[in-house]
């Protein structure tokens, strides 16, 4: 156990804020974090950030490289595809709680939430027809809002579940990952976007149809195609993420 010291609530800011910057992607995985550059953006010495990295290195989300220092870790493919099975099996569990329990304004938030995400595609194929690249900034605002949209869609259905436990630990698994990675590999593949939106409508359906089975067996579906999809995203990012 780390011992606690008269700095450790400002290593735990520190660590919070670098860690909510690496989850929205502000700070890209395989990115290099320096202490004294961040010890001059907090106004601290290197030795609360110093601590502050340590706490995020035991945490998985980074690592210490050889003639690199601290960088922002790129998860394993495996990692990744090991734990989309679990995350599918306590997701389709929320499900399967959720479809007796959901009202209907759960029902219309989830609704909401996945009509961001439909005129999100109805954008990028719009600009796609103008002859844009649906890439650059306007993307990038985008995959904020789809992240979110996305993030809301899958919380919904956890506070309908009703169960803190299952709630944490689903929460404990998205926290392994950059947030606003699933959105960077969904923004070029269309037909996966697609996807995404009519699995959720079939979720919905089955959660309004208060049928548990199907609720159950859908999520599960649903997240092991996005844990897939994610996994092959990672698979091409470790290979060109420090040479390209």
């Known amino acids: ?3 606690q010291t008269d700095e450790s609530p400002l290593v735990d800011d520190i660590a919070a804020r670098i860690r909510a910057r690496i989850m929205n992607g502000e700070l890209a995985i395989g990115k290099p974090l320096r202490q004294a550059a961040l010890a001059t953006e907090f106004g601290v010495s290197r030795t609360p950030v110093r601590e502050a990295l340590r706490q995020l290195q035991n945490g998985g989300l980074i690592e210490m490289q050889p003639n690199r220092g601290a960088v922002v870790r790129v998860p394993a493919p495996w990692e990744v595809r090991q734990a989309y099975e679990v995350r599918a ?3 389709g569990m929320a499900a399967r709680r959720a479809a007796s329990r959901i009202t209907e304004r759960g029902l219309a938030a989830l609704r909401e939430h996945n009509a961001v995400l439909c005129e ?7 600009e796609g027809t103008r002859g844009g690249s649906g890439q650059g900034v306007h993307a990038e605002g985008a995959s904020t809002t789809t992240t979110a949209a996305n993030d ?9 579940a009703d169960n803190p436990w299952l709630t944490r630990m689903i929460d404990r698994i998205n926290e392994s990952f950059p947030r606003n990675v699933s959105s960077l590999a969904l923004a070029g593949d269309e037909r996966h ?3 995404n939106i009519r699995q959720h409508d079939a979720v919905i359906e089955a959660l309004a149809a208060h049928d548990a089975d199907r609720a ?13 999809h994610l996994t092959a995203w990672y698979e091409r990012r470790s290979q060109t993420v420090f040479h390209g």
């Open 216 to 228: 159950d067996a859908l999520m599960r579906e649903h997240v092991i195609s996005s844990g897939e």
């Open 89 to 91: 099996e306590l997701e």
């Open 193 to 195: 976007r697609q996807l």
């Open 1 to 3: 156990m780390t011992p």
């Open 120 to 126: 999100a595609v109805a954008r990028a194929e719009g």
């Open 152 to 160: 809301c869609f899958h919380t919904v259905i956890c506070e309908a």
